[in-house]
């Protein structure tokens, strides 16, 4: 998720939680999300297991940036 803008409290010496808004629905909605649930969520994407162990890009002209198209 990209952020337009976040915001952090904490409670005692420690963050509590946080409150993101995307770009896409800025004017709508706002995300709040634990910072134990957040930790947690991070724990699941370190896990070796969704690692990306192979990857072959090739360069798109029109994008003028390398392109995934090969995954692993």
């Known amino acids: 998720?990209?952020?337009y803008w976040m915001q952090t409290w904490p409670e005692g010496t420690a963050f509590k939680?946080?409150?993101v808004f995307s770009?896409?629905?800025r004017h709508k909605w706002a995300y709040e999300f634990l910072i134990?649930?957040?930790l947690s969520l991070f724990?699941?994407?370190a896990n070796d297991s969704s690692a990306v162990t192979e990857?072959?890009?090739h360069w798109n002209e029109k994008k003028q940036d390398y392109v995934a198209?090969?995954?692993r």
């Open 1 to 3: 998720m990209h952020y």
């Open 17 to 19: 939680a946080m409150l």
């Open 23 to 25: 770009d896409y629905m």
């Open 36 to 38: 134990e649930d957040l």
């Open 43 to 45: 724990s699941v994407f």
């Open 55 to 57: 990857m072959q890009l």
């Open 69 to 71: 198209c090969y995954a």
